[in-house]
T-cell receptor, first 114, second 112 residues
Framework: DVKVTQSSRYLVKRTGEKVFLECVQD?????MFWYRQDPGLGLRLIYF???????EKGDIPEGYSVSREKKERFSLILESASTNQTSMYLC?????????????FGSGTQLSVL | DQQVKQNSPSLSVQEGRISILNCDYT??????FLWYKKYPAEGPTFLIS?????DKNEDGRFTVFLNKSAKHLSLHIVPSQPGDSAVYFC???????????FGDGTTLTVKP
């Protein structure tokens, strides 16, 4: 089974802190994604990556950056956390070029910014 | 502009009955549609999908119907079970886009 592992289930940070959310997948997937989930707003795409050192902006990239130095790892960075970034963050991965865009998700990180 | 819409935030059905979850899309380039199920404190898991060349796909108790002319798809769960209680997300992707666009989700509650 594909496993997508997010480093933390719960995080509490202060406004202005730099926050790193880590994600690792073990199925050699080319594509990796970061979404956030907020009540009533569904899943919104922050950033995604097709390959190592590649990144593409999603629908809501402002206030975030990403890093993909290795194929299995995709990090989301909040440069200066703000209260409106309190959310559930979900990492996902998928294979490329199959026409089947099925995503495999991690368990999520609930981030609270105080 | 929300390209994938799930207009019903919640749905409640009795155990054993049919659950019908609906999804509408606006982007005519979408050619692949997926449903995901999410329990609290867990990530979404893939449930069922359908390509635009089909109008129906069935997997056990779950069937997805696609009406391309209406830009509408629906997920049918028959019979519904209490364990089906979860948030269901509809998602769509366009060719070579490499990413999916999600709806807001519908919370299904199946009552015993």
């Amino acid at each position: 089974d594909v496993k997508v592992t997010q480093s933390s289930r719960y995080l509490v940070k202060r406004t202005g802190e730099k926050v790193f959310l880590e994600c690792v997948q073990d199925m050699d997937h080319e594509n990796m994604f970061w979404y956030r989930q907020d009540p009533g707003l569904g899943l919104r795409l922050i950033y995604f990556s097709y390959d190592v050192k590649m990144k593409e902006k999603g629908d809501i990239p402002e206030g975030y950056s990403v890093s993909r130095e290795k194929k299995e790892r995709f990090s989301l960075i909040l440069e200066s956390a703000s209260t409106n970034q309190t959310s559930m963050y979900l990492c996902a991965s998928s294979t490329a070029g199959t026409g089947d865009e099925k995503l495999f998700f991690g368990s999520g990180t609930q981030l609270s910014v105080l | 502009d929300q390209q994938v819409k799930q207009n019903s935030p919640s749905l409640s059905v009795q155990e054993g009955r049919i659950s019908i979850l609906n999804c509408d899309y606006t982007n005519s380039m979408f050619d692949y549609f997926l449903w995901y199920k999410k329990y609290p404190a867990e990530g979404p898991t893939f449930l069922i999908s359908i390509s635009s060349i089909k109008d129906k796909n069935e997997d056990g108790r779950f069937t997805v119907f696609l009406n391309k002319s209406a830009k509408h798809l629906s997920l049918h769960i028959v019979p519904s079970q209490p364990g089906d209680s979860a948030v269901y997300f509809c998602a769509a992707s366009a060719p070579n886009a490499g990413k999916s666009t999600f709806g807001d989700g519908t919370t299904l509650t199946v009552k015993p």
